[in-house]
């Protein structure tokens, strides 16, 4: 350990922290998020830097944001005076990161995710205004494996249809436990993101109530599911409104691609509508 490690804040459980101390990793990781020289890099819990030192020279913003305190001031008084460079201290799940980003240029996202809260930052990333050019998050292992799910697989549930149906989603590597300090219980994997062209006309509201109701009653058939889940608010007939998505009423969830989830989703949400405006 050097003496600028022994310095350092140490890892806080409570905020999920895990660095990623092997530096072949971490130029993987920034070879993926692949930025340009006219980008904004958004890096969201930039630790102690690991990653940061990498794309100082390679983009032509950098915007860290760190919720830790003590990591906030760390990379400040490192960096802060750095021209291209701000340090932004606070929550990324209170903040307004496309604000934090002021995206006058292509925006590209990284971060290594605390497991605790992957699915609410995941779809902060998705949702950023203008849409990220590309992200690039480091999970656990598991969670990736979900967010690339194909229909009929295990893995595949709501969070897969969530992410699928607002940006292509691929697994770029697997990351060991032992390339984490402290290390971790799990092993982690690198997913890259696209978001796509049309997400914006995707109803995320509506996809996510059909999804969850959907996955929490997976062995159901989705014409049972449709009649009986309150969460849904469905008064009609399940089966017709199936049979017209040509989507088999006896099916279930996992069969369903995301795309048909989304033309679901924005069918129930419209005879909803139907039903209040009465």
């Given amino acids: 350990m050097t003496r600028e490690d022994a310095t350092r804040p140490r890892a806080k459980r409570s905020l999920g922290q895990n660095f990623l101390v092997d530096p072949n990793i971490q130029r993987k990781i920034v070879d993926e998020l692949d930025p340009r020289p006219a980008d904004t890099v958004l ?9 940061s030192r990498h794309l100082l020279d390679r983009c032509r913003r950098l915007v860290l944001v760190e919720k830790d305190r003590d990591l906030a001031r760390e990379l400040e008084a490192r960096w802060g005076g750095r021209p291209g460079v701000e340090v932004v201290e606070g ?21 290594n995710v605390p497991y605790n ?15 990220a050019a590309r992200i690039v998050i480091t999970v656990q292992r598991e969670v990736a494996e979900r967010i690339v799910a194909t229909p009929g697989s295990k893995a595949y549930g709501a969070l897969s ?4 149906a607002i940006a292509d989603a691929g697994l770029a590597f697997r990351v060991g436990r032992q390339a984490f300090r402290p290390v971790p219980a799990v092993d982690s ?15 995320r509201t509506a996809l996510r109530r059909l999804t969850r109701a959907c996955f929490n009653r997976r062995r159901k058939q989705l014409q049972k599911t449709l009649r009986t889940a309150p969460e849904l608010g469905f ?6 409104v199936l049979t017209d998505l040509s989507i088999d009423p006896a099916a279930r969830p996992e069969s369903l691609d995301p795309v048909t989830f989304v033309a679901l989703a924005t069918r ?7 039903v209040t405006s009465r």
Avoid at 161 to 164: A, D, L, N, P
């Fill in 43 to 51: 890096e969201v819990g930039p630790g102690h830097g690991e990653l």
């Fill in 91 to 111: 929550d990324a799940l209170r903040l307004d990161l496309s604000a934090a980003a002021r995206p006058d240029s292509p925006v590209r996202v990284v971060s």
């Fill in 117 to 131: 809260i992957t699915s609410p930052l995941v779809f902060a990333f998705l949702g950023l205004d203008p849409a």
């Fill in 161 to 164: 249809v969530g992410i699928q």
């Fill in 189 to 203: 994997a690198v997913v890259r993101l696209w978001p796509r062209p049309d997400a914006a006309e995707v109803d």
């Fill in 235 to 240: 008064e009609g007939d399940a089966a017709a």
């Fill in 268 to 274: 129930l949400d419209a005879l909803r509508g139907q």
